[in-house]
């Protein structure tokens, strides 16, 4: 990959604090014994694609004003977590109509690179208030033109990166993670079921792997309601592998599995704070809690390889 191309991604491609990325070549060759050791343990191992969008980290850049771009050029509220700030955010730069074939061919170069890795394939995070949610969604996206307005032109940037990334290494090789119901970073929709289901039916055209999405009772950030609307209509439009997510236990995500409600459940908190959480669900053995406070943090160790395995008389 030639530096100018390198330069153009690191251009557009916004940061976020402790988070790794696969726009470089260092970073392509960082990524490879990682991949590796995965793929010795027998794991499938697909790389997350996402840009941050308008919640970019602000210490990154300092021109960060001018870096940080969005649908919109409307802030985002502060990330307070516990009664703690724990992110501010500047307003975004709207991105030019002309700017937005770049930023969709960041996400395709990416995948490539994720491929050159050694990458399985890659998930394209539309969830989440991250960039491309903020496209999709009608609280954030106030445009004027192709890309605004209509529930068509809202999803158009969505499915271009699909689009593209699909060309790029394979339909087959490529997911898409969906959060239509969700308010994540003032990311609400006014009418979260008709996104999801335009999503679903618009992502068979390109004959992606699977689509991953968010239970309609994670409106917020770890925290689980009662809500009667269910991700059902979106599972039956989508023609491939449905994941869902969204504060799964073992019971509840065994029914939703003997219901057909989804092929395939995904674990995050109870994943990372359980190494061997497969063979625990099969023994009904204790869980091991998670511990927020080291999420997110640039420690290798503490909090993410450094919980317990069952004991092996267990």
């Known amino acids: 990959m030639s530096k100018n191309v390198n330069k153009r991604i690191t251009k557009h491609m916004c940061r976020f604090k402790n988070a790794p990325g696969i726009w470089s070549k260092e970073h392509i060759e960082a990524w490879k014994p990682i991949v590796d050791a995965v793929h010795a343990k027998g794991g499938i191992f697909f790389c997350q694609l996402w840009h941050p969008g308008r919640i970019s980290d602000r210490s990154f850049e300092p021109n960060a004003e001018k870096q940080t771009v969005s649908s919109t050029d409307k802030g985002c509220s502060p990330l307070v977590e516990g009664g703690k700030v724990l992110f501010e955010f500047l307003p975004p730069r709207r991105l030019e109509t002309h700017e937005i074939t770049t930023v969709v061919n960041d996400f395709r170069v990416a995948a490539r690179n994720a491929m050159e890795a050694g990458f399985d394939g890659v998930e394209i995070h539309g969830a989440h208030g991250y960039l491309i949610d903020q496209f999709m969604k009608d609280q954030i996206n106030d445009r004027t033109d192709d890309y605004g307005g209509s529930l068509e032109n809202r999803c158009r940037f969505a499915l271009e990166v699909v689009e593209a990334v699909a060309n790029e290494i394979g339909a087959n090789k490529v997911g898409m993670r969906l959060s239509p119901f969700a308010n994540y970073m003032d990311s609400g929709d006014s009418n979260p079921e008709r996104l999801g289901l335009y999503m679903a039916r618009s992502l068979n055209r390109y004959g992606i792997l699977y689509c991953h999405v968010v239970e309609p009772r994670m409106e917020a ?53 359980n190494p061997d959480l497969p063979k625990r669900f099969e023994l009904n053995a204790p869980l091991t809690k998670h511990k927020r406070d080291t999420f997110y943090t640039s420690d290798p160790i503490v909090g993410y390889t450094d919980y317990p395995f069952l004991e092996t008389t267990v």
């Open 221 to 273: 950030m770890e925290e689980r309601s009662e809500c009667s609307v269910s991700l059902e209509p979106m599972r039956r439009e989508f023609n491939g592998t449905f994941i869902v997510a969204g504060g799964y236990g073992r019971e509840d995500g065994n029914d939703a599995i003997a219901k057909e409600r989804a092929d395939l459940v995904a674990y995050g908190r109870l994943f990372l704070a």
